[in-house]
């Protein structure tokens, strides 16, 4: 481990000893075995930002109670963790799908805590292949439907009054985002919802982060 890495580890831990906190262990643990730029941008301010944005929303439009919990291009589990590390909420499940093979085993990591109690799991999937009726999720995030060019053909495949909560921006130019949206009104039309319990929008430097919550 280089000077600086050890540097930043023992600044972890020693916030993880500071703030009790078994999530700050967990990215300690995280950075130690996956040093790549890649977590650093998961984890960086904006990202933290409009997560915490949706986390508290959503537990102000819902009470908490969610049951079981899918979210749909998950990355490297990020959200998943900051929901089953919040008190507040009452969560069966949480399941991380992301096409990208390469986040399963990080976003393992970064939830070692509640992988160990059963309540994390993260699969390797593409979000337009999933059955979500068999599935029975309570919840379906995602936060990267600026991500999907098809968007219409995975909103199909969302069983009727489900419970949805979706995040999109109009980050154009950056690799990936091939379904960015103006403003809030494009953003409804991609995935129009029968009961709309939230929407809103969040300025961040160089874009804005749109969210939906309700039932399609
Ligand atoms: C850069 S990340 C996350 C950005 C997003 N705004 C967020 O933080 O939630 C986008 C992720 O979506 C995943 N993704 C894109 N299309 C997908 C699909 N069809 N099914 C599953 N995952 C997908 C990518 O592999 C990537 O890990």
Redesign the pocket.
């Known amino acids: 481990m280089s000077s600086e890495d050890s540097f930043y580890q023992d600044i972890l831990k020693g916030l993880g000893v500071y703030f009790d906190s078994p999530f700050v262990a967990d990215i300690r643990e995280t950075a130690e075995r996956f040093p790549g730029p890649d977590l650093g941008?998961?984890l960086n301010r904006n990202?933290i930002t409009?997560?915490k944005w949706l986390v508290d929303t959503l537990f102000e439009t819902t009470g908490g109670k969610l049951g079981r919990v899918c979210i749909?291009?998950?990355?490297?589990g990020?959200?998943g963790a900051m929901l089953l590390h919040d008190g507040r909420f009452g969560i069966e499940t949480v399941c991380s799908?992301?096409?990208?093979p390469t986040?399963e085993a990080v976003a393992g990591c970064l939830n070692r805590t509640h992988v160990d109690t059963g309540k994390f799991t993260s699969l390797t999937?593409?979000?337009?292949d999933l059955d979500y009726g068999e599935e029975g999720f309570d919840l379906v995030i995602n936060?990267?439907c600026?991500?999907?060019e098809r968007i219409g053909d995975?909103f199909a495949r969302v069983p009727p009054e489900g419970l949805l909560t979706l995040?999109s921006?109009n980050y154009y130019g950056i690799d990936?985002h091939v379904n960015c949206v103006d403003d809030l009104g494009a953003f409804k039309a991609q995935v129009p919802l029968s009961e709309l319990l939230f929407e809103g929008q969040r300025e961040l430097p160089s874009y804005t982060?749109f969210m939906l919550i309700g039932r399609k």
């Open positions: 941008f998961a990202q409009s997560k749909l291009g998950g990355w490297y990020v959200l799908v992301d096409k990208d986040c999937a593409d979000m337009l936060t990267s600026e991500h999907v995975w995040q921006n990936g982060r």
